[in-house]
């Protein structure tokens, strides 16, 4: 079962979420926790400061109805109600009575303070002995009230969960929806070109407006897109020129052999060799391209022995002096040190020169091909130029390609040599310019 993407880019954003949800929550409970512990300990300091200030003052004045009624007071200013009772239990004051029997100036200041009593009723009492001179006075039963700013601090943290929660949603989603706009529409359309071209349709192409690497992989597949169509129009003209290839010999042979038949015709030896040329060219179409065949499917192995290079060139040289040269005002030009030898495949050596220079011969209608070979420490260089009519530029990534041909011919010599380059380890580079001629240089290492 595939999972798209874009839900495993929205699990992975709820997962985040979620990361992120439970960490705000933490730091808030943490946050909360730790100043309620704050709160709690300034009112402890409170009720104990209040405890001991009463005892102080009972012991100076030795008047508990007086003390209570003030203390009472001055307990609701830093938010505490209470109750005062003497030592036999009976209630002295409370925060009501000394409210209520305050001066108006003193009520009117302690208002704002005794209205926070209302709010809280819904908590309990707690009882402190009163203690002077080692003897107990009697009781003050303390409750705590409602502290604003605590209020506020706790509203505040609350707010600042809550829109750290819905940045963190609105992020997300603005994440996701980035994501899926700069990645996944490009990597859609991708997908989409990607299955047409398998599909047959050549002339597939991607708008991009990226610069990214996401632009690098548009641009990279465009790239491939053209060489396909290249490559598909390159199949098509190959097969009408092989057809054309083998028209050219069986019609000859065909049409020669039927007036041989008729009585038309008599066979004499020059028409026999004649007919054995053109067998001979449909035998080399043939056997090029069992040795692509071979080739590529390494199904031809390296066999390397000690092969004598001069030699090589010069048996070369002679074949195609001696049967393609005839007639033509080409010189062929072989540069190569005396005796040269080195450990190699001969069968491919040769076969890879020679093709070469035939496609040199092929391309150059007047001048020369010149063949330069030398040996630089554990490296063979081997270097063919020609005064031919040379390669355009656009078309210099295709040489190699099967069935591509710029001259007479299916195509397949580059092919075949550009396959045997790769079998020995070497590499192969082309230079050309349109009417002044090629240049193809080779390094084997040995």
Known sequence: MKVKIKYKIFCFTAFFFIIVFISLLYMRNLLLS??????????????????????????EEKDFNKVAEDIARLALIIGLEVKI???????????????????PIIKKRLSSFYGKVEGAKNKEFVSYPLFSGGEEIGTIEI?????????????????????????????ALLFNFLLIRSILNPLNLLHSATSMIGEGKKNIRIHSKTNDELGELIESF???????????????????????????????IQGEIEGAIDGIITLSQDR??????????????????????????????VSKREVNLTSLLEDIKKVFHEKLLRDRNIEIIINVQKDLK?????????????????????????????????????????????????????????????????????????TIVKEIVDILDGEISVHSEINRGTKVSIKIPI
């Open 342 to 414: 080195i450990i190699s495949d001969e069968e491919l050596l040769n076969q890879m020169i020679f093709n070469l220079i035939s496609n040199a011969v092929k391309a150059t209608d007047k001048g020369f091909v010149k063949v330069n070979v030398l040996k630089e420490d554990e490296t063979l260089i081997v270097q063919i130029e020609d005064t031919g009519r040379g390669i355009k530029e656009e078309d210099l990534p295709y040489i190699f390609d099967p069935f591509y041909s710029n001259t007479e011919g299916f195509g397949v010599g580059l």
């Open 34 to 59: 730790d100043f309620n512990e704050f709160v709690e300990g300034g009112r402890e300091d409170k009720i104990y400061w209040i405890t001991n200030y009463l005892e102080q003052r009972y012991q």
């Open 272 to 301: 026999l060799i004649s007919l054995l040329e053109e067998i001979e060219k449909l035998k080399k179409m043939v056997f090029n391209l069992e040795d692509l065949y071979k080739i590529q499917k390494k199904l031809r192995k």
């Open 143 to 171: 409750r705590k009230l409602d502290d604003e700013k605590t209020f506020l601090f706790v509203k505040r943290t609350n707010q600042f969960f809550l829109i750290s929660i819905s940045i963190s949603i609105f992020g």
């Open 222 to 252: 465009n790239l491939m897109a053209n060489k396909l169509e290249k490559m598909e129009e390159i199949r098509k003209v190959s097969i009408a020129k092989f057809a054309h290839e083998l028209r050219t010999p069986l019609t000859i």
């Open 85 to 103: 009772f003497n030592d036999n239990d009976i209630l002295v004051t409370d925060t009501h009575k000394a409210f209520n029997n305050a001066l």
